[in-house]
């Protein structure tokens, strides 16, 4: 059997440029056909781990925390959605839209990836947050995507109420700043070599291409 590439991605599900990289990420892993010879698994990063329950509106959380103007904050959003609708994914940002605590998110994408199905509850979320307008830091909405994979929800409900699970989100997350991740998306190649930031499909395929050729 020929040996899998491991892929880490560190990413946070209300960040956009993460889904634009991986929908670039996974262009280059379809042309170059290594569908299976790739395995995913997704890190944490909380972009705001100090955002309180009630969220915060975007376009101020924006302006605060970047400095954007409106102005600015509208073309970046025509950018990201038309990254995104390059790739059959849309970005439906709305004016009551709000940055929101993710810890919830984390603890269950562990919780999926115990089954397999990491990848399918992050586009999912990916989805409810950015194409549907929900709040994925409630919980009812994360159980509802658990339900919608097939998953147990009660013990998915019991996961989140286990405060060892929130102390283990937070050890990950700090494993990888210690070893120099501070923005994402971050992909980590065979846990040897790291591209940091939404790269073209071509920069993804270069790097996948040299590591079948190793």
């Known amino acids: 059997?020929?040996?899998?590439?491991?892929?880490?991605?560190?990413?946070?599900?209300?960040?956009?440029?993460?889904?634009?990289?991986?929908?670039?990420?996974?262009?280059?892993?379809?042309?170059?056909?290594?569908?299976?010879?790739?395995e995913i698994e997704w890190q944490?990063?909380?972009?705001?781990p100090d955002m309180p329950a009630e969220g915060e509106n975007?376009?101020?959380?924006?302006?605060?925390?970047?400095?954007?103007?409106p102005e600015e904050s509208r073309q970046a959003r025509a950018r990201i959605a038309q990254l995104g609708a390059e790739h059959g994914f849309v970005f439906n940002y709305f004016d009551e839209m709000k940055m929101v605590n993710t810890l919830d998110a984390h603890i269950?994408?562990?919780?999926?990836?115990?089954?397999?199905?990491?990848?399918?509850?992050?586009?999912?979320?990916?989805?409810?947050?950015?194409?549907?307008?929900q709040d994925v830091s409630d919980r009812q909405v994360l159980l509802g995507e658990i339900a919608a994979l097939g998953l147990n929800k009660q013990a998915a409900q019991a996961r989140l109420?286990?405060?060892?699970?929130?102390?283990?989100?937070?050890?990950?997350?700090?494993?990888?700043?210690?070893l120099g991740v501070s923005a994402v998306p971050s992909v980590v190649f065979n846990r040897t070599s790291v591209l940091t930031g939404a790269q073209e499909v071509e920069t993804y395929k270069q790097v996948l291409a040299e590591l079948v050729n190793e």
């Open 1 to 38: 059997m020929t040996e899998k590439i491991k892929l880490d991605i560190i990413s946070d599900v209300v960040c956009p440029w993460c889904l634009v990289g991986y929908k670039h990420l996974e262009a280059a892993i379809n042309e170059l056909e290594l569908q299976d010879r790739i």
């Open 44 to 48: 944490p990063f909380e972009l705001n």
């Open 108 to 133: 269950l994408l562990e919780f999926a990836k115990e089954y397999g199905k990491q990848t399918e509850l992050k586009m999912r979320l990916f989805t409810a947050f950015f194409s549907k307008q």
């Open 58 to 69: 975007l376009r101020e959380h924006i302006a605060r925390k970047y400095g954007s103007t």
């Open 161 to 178: 109420e286990d405060t060892a699970h929130r102390e283990e989100i937070r050890s990950q997350e700090a494993y990888w700043q210690q």
